[in-house]
């Protein structure tokens, strides 16, 4: 069975950067493009960050320039780095295929960022 952990999340203030990981069991990184997800109390899920099996990488305009997607097949670990932290980061961080699929939400790790 697939699944996929989230960890690296905590409180930091503005400006500073933290890393979450993603690991995953199986191969689905060489079936699926992978996403990082965040959601706000009060707002909807929203895509912030995927990378496809080939490598390629898209943002939400919001991150572009401080975040940073990656992965590593052979650890079967997407890795989600953010950098220039800002409170409107604040979220739970979600990883997932893209599009998610509902049977691989996990808990999600929260990233609290203080102003």
């Known amino acids: 069975q697939v699944q996929l952990v989230e960890s690296g999340g905590g409180l930091v203030q503005a400006g500073g950067s933290l890393r979450l990981s993603c690991a995953a069991s199986?191969?689905?990184?060489?079936?699926?493009?992978m996403g990082w997800y965040r959601q706000a109390p009060g707002k909807q899920r929203e895509l912030v960050a995927s990378?496809?099996?080939?490598?390629?990488?898209n943002y939400v305009d919001s991150v572009k320039g401080r975040f940073a997607i990656s992965r590593d097949r052979a650890k079967s670990t997407v890795y989600l780095q953010m950098n220039s932290l800002k409170p409107e980061d604040t979220a739970v961080y979600y990883c997932?295929?893209?599009?998610?699929?509902?049977?691989?939400w996990g808990q999600g790790t929260q990233v609290t960022v203080s102003s």
């Open positions: 997932n295929t893209k599009p998610g699929l509902h049977a691989y």
């Open positions: 199986g191969n689905i990184f060489r079936i699926s493009a």
């Open positions: 990378i496809t099996s080939g490598g390629s990488t």
